[in-house]
């Protein structure tokens, strides 16, 4: 059974930083592309971040662009999004799933997601 468990999220001031990550099992980790998304209060699913199964490849919105980076490791099955220079509108549940930009809104493995709040 494919899981995905979040970590990392927590409370920070603006212009501060976390790094969250995502615990993969139960599919071959190191065969897919993986996105980070979030969702902000009110707001649909949106994406984040993504990174092929290589890693030799990433994407980001223009939103995070430059303030975080994504990276996996494929020998501990794990996901990982440092997020540096934090603004309020960065507040969202963050989730982890397969695939890329194009792609995650069809993903059926989903974790329960860890919330980070931006906020002085």
């Known amino acids: 059974q494919d899981e995905l468990v979040e970590s990392g999220g927590g409370l920070v001031q603006p212009g501060g930083s976390l790094r969250l990550s995502c615990a993969a099992s139960?599919?071959?980790?190191?065969?897919?592309?993986m996105a980070w998304v979030r969702q902000a209060p009110g707001k649909g699913r949106e994406w984040v971040s993504d990174?092929?199964?290589?890693?030799?490849?990433?994407n980001y919105a223009d939103s995070v662009k430059g303030r975080f980076t994504i990276s996996r490791d494929n020998v501990k099955n794990m996901l990982y999004l440092q997020m540096n220079s934090l603004k309020p509108e960065d507040t969202a549940v963050y989730y982890c799933?397969?695939?890329?930009?194009?792609?995650?809104?069809?993903?059926?493995?989903w974790g329960q997601g860890t919330q980070v709040t931006v906020s002085s």
């Open positions: 139960g599919f071959s980790f190191k065969d897919y592309y």
């Open positions: 990174i092929k199964s290589d890693g030799r490849r990433t």
């Open positions: 799933t397969i695939g890329r930009q194009d792609t995650w809104h069809l993903s059926a493995t």
